[in-house]
């Protein structure tokens, strides 16, 4: 099995768009949980999404960044996806909770990028595909500037059980065969963890 991660912008759009299809949520959401203010995540249909998620991945983020997410192929077939851009761009992020329960550091840096979403199809799970993909994105945001990136997954040594559409945010394992370490443990079953540069 060949595992190739390519920048969303590099590739078609179609190929983008087979993973946010079948059961879930990705197919409503389209990635933009994160980049939308509430009031207005409520307001938006899922073509509204899909044409906001069009522009992200071919025109980034507007200031500088050429695409906001990767595709995993697997032997040539797209297989998984992650978002990632500088933290600041994620207005929900800089409001929740979790990545800043025991820290203190500044929100605004807009150096540091986060990790918040992959999407890995179900028949190319538990083969590597998301580590690869957090790996790439750690490269990706170190090659456009960011002084660290760091990612939100669910802790699955905390034993706790999680629905697949929970795992939106990855897991622990994959970021640490990314080579990403814990800094903080916001609540029982989700961890913060980083890579600085």
């Not at 991660?5 to 590739?11: E, F, I, R, S, T």
């Not at 906001?52 to 997410?69: P, S, W, Y």
């Not at 629905?163 to 079953?189: E, K, L, R």
Request: hydrophobic share 40%; net charge negative.
């Amino acid at each position: 099995m060949s595992i190739e991660v390519k920048p969303a912008d590099a590739v078609p759009f179609d190929d983008v768009q087979k993973m946010f299809v079948g059961p879930g949520d990705q197919a409503w959401c389209q990635c933009q949980w994160f980049t939308v203010p509430r009031a207005m995540n409520r307001t938006l249909t899922t073509d509204d999404r899909r044409e906001r998620l069009h522009e992200q991945t071919r025109h980034g983020n507007g200031r500088g960044v050429a695409t906001t997410g990767l595709v995993a192929f697997v032997d040539g077939e797209p297989a998984g996806w992650v978002a990632v851009q500088p933290r600041v761009d994620y207005d929900n992020l800089v409001r929740a909770r979790i990545p800043w329960a025991e820290r203190t550091e500044d929100k605004s840096d807009p150096g540091v990028w986060a990790i918040t979403c992959f999407i890995t199809h179900r028949e190319f799970r538990r083969q590597g595909v998301s580590a690869a993909l957090a790996s790439a994105a750690a490269e990706w945001a170190h090659h456009n500037g960011a002084t660290a990136v760091e990612g939100y997954p669910v802790d699955l040594s905390s034993g706790r059980k999680t629905s697949a559409d929970a795992m939106y945010v990855g897991a622990s394992t994959a970021f640490a065969a990314a080579g990403f370490t814990a800094v903080s443990h916001p609540s029982p079953g989700r961890v913060v963890m980083r890579i600085d540069f």
